[in-house]
């Protein structure tokens, strides 16, 4: 079955990094498009960064140049470099994957931003 296993969460002091990973089975990984998505307490999930199978990606203005998005499509896994972190980067981190109607999620990874 289809698999999407985040890693990397964790405690983190302001101003500190984390690198997410997230190893995907039970798809043909280099036919997908891959993202991150957050979801804060109390909002709603939102697009954090996306690279496409051709390696095209995008950002969400609020981790532009913070943030940074790779594919590795021998190893089927998609990483989050997180850096210059701050306390409204605290949520749970989700993977996505997805080709044309086909989308999978995985069971997401917290982030949490404490002094």
């Known amino acids: 079955q289809v698999q999407l296993v985040e890693s990397g969460g964790g405690l983190v002091q302001p101003g500190g990094s984390l690198r997410l990973a997230c190893a995907a089975s039970?798809?043909?990984?280099?036919?997908?498009?891959m993202g991150w998505y957050r979801q804060a307490p109390g909002k709603e999930r939102e697009l954090v960064a996306q690279?496409?199978?051709?390696?095209?990606?995008n950002y969400a203005d609020s981790v532009k140049g913070r943030f940074t998005i790779s594919r590795d499509n021998a190893k089927n896994t998609v990483y989050l470099q997180m850096n210059s972190l701050k306390p409204e980067d605290t949520a749970v981190y989700y993977c996505?994957?997805?080709?044309?109607?086909?989308?999978?999620w995985g069971q997401g990874t917290q982030v949490t931003l404490s002094s």
């Open positions: 996505n994957a997805h080709w044309v109607v086909t989308v999978y």
């Open positions: 039970g798809i043909i990984f280099r036919l997908y498009d």
């Open positions: 690279i496409t199978r051709d390696g095209n990606t």
